[in-house]
DNA sequence: TTGTAAATAGACAGATCAGTCTATATATTC
DNA sequence: GAATATATAGACTGATCTGTCTATTTACAA
């Protein structure tokens, strides 16, 4: 059974990658340790070192595992409740409001990286970036394809809305009512284009 | 010299304090030891559990301080630059600004505290929510007494707002630039109340 | 001066951490 | 069946962590 240790699927490496992304969102990066997430997933130590070089290296792979996860989510949802552009844009805070509510919802994994490890991990901070820029572009192309004026602006707009009903959520709660909030402004600046 | 342990100020303990945030802000709360910040306060290891039982309690004294701290110059910042309650409710936007861009910005410590150590330490989400509740009665009151209809809302629109700034800032920079995103769609959101 | 309380340096305990190593087992491919 | 490669359990290292303890020193107050 083939494998260069750390590339290409497995049924191990699947597992090790779930369990640390779950225990990643519930109990943080540093607060973590290896073994847990070991037990998690039932693998044995050595085959996550097969696997990865280090437990950086696994958060960045958890990173980046979700974030196909979560934006191939998104866009099926958003193609499901929306065909038009412009419906779209407002259409992903509806997606948004599942999350934010979803029961173990605990904040963004992406910028929750960058606040904990931030500055000295370049990937980590990269792949935080890169996932919102993933955002950025939803916004822009849906809001150039409905027509609607200053598209790069409207995305940066609707991007801080996101983000700032998503860290609400995670303080707060009501993860449900800060995307319908959310949503509300963004129909105002869509429409104020 | 007295000091009751634990309550009232020495410069023992305000030095420890300021080198925990200061710590705490760089690396995170479990990427931080205690050595660090005692080497950093030039005191003792004793004089940090004098003053404190834990580091946890450390911890949440810090956030106390920041949040009066933080909420101490915004009030002053605010104040020198609006008087009427309808421009002091843009005002905090640019006082926003100077903190995103500022040169050791690394996001709300208190935002961080909830996603870095969250579910099991209630006093730490308390205090992360109490201090959102303090920009929530800022905006509100000042809404009020601008005579906006819809204050609540308008409260609750605008800390989505400024906590969106402060995560976009965190993750990709332009701290200035997100700040003042946020203050273009507050003002649209003041008018149209 | 004497009494009281805080601050000090530094050793120490006990736990946990990431990462390594070994020897065995399993499963696939030729 | 033989060869190859992965997964396994578990011991182990060395570092780091929080928190404790002790013995000394400093400094203020009566």
Redesign the interface.
């Known amino acids: 059974m083939a494998a260069p240790a750390g590339k290409r699927p497995s049924p191990a490496r699947d597992r090790l990658l779930a369990a640390a992304q779950a225990r990643f969102n519930?109990g943080?990066y540093?607060?973590t340790g290896i073994d847990a997430i070991i037990a998690d997933a039932g693998i044995a130590r050595m085959t996550l070192y097969n696997h990865f070089p280090s437990k950086d290296a696994l958060i960045e792979a958890v990173l980046q595992r979700r974030h196909e996860e979560l934006t191939d989510w998104i866009t099926r949802q958003v193609e499901a409740r929306a065909s038009a552009p412009a419906d779209r844009l407002l259409a992903i805070f509806d997606v948004l409001g599942d999350w934010l509510a979803s029961e173990d919802f605990?904040?963004?994994l992406?910028?929750?990286a960058?606040?904990?490890?931030?500055?000295s991990h370049a990937a980590v901070?990269r792949a935080?970036?890169d996932h919102?820029d993933w955002y950025r572009r939803f916004f822009r192309e849906n809001a150039r394809n409905a027509g609607v004026a200053g598209a790069d602006r409207l995305a940066?707009?609707l991007?801080?809305?996101?983000?700032?009903?998503?860290?609400?959520a995670?303080?707060?709660g009501g993860g449900r009512s800060?995307a319908e909030?959310?949503k509300r402004?963004a129909r105002?600046?869509v429409g104020?284009g």
């Open positions: 519930a943080g540093n607060g605990r904040g963004c992406f910028v929750r960058v606040g904990e490890l931030g500055i901070c935080a970036s919102k940066g707009d991007l801080l809305l996101l983000e700032g009903a998503t860290a609400r995670l303080v707060d800060e909030r959310a402004i105002l600046l104020s």
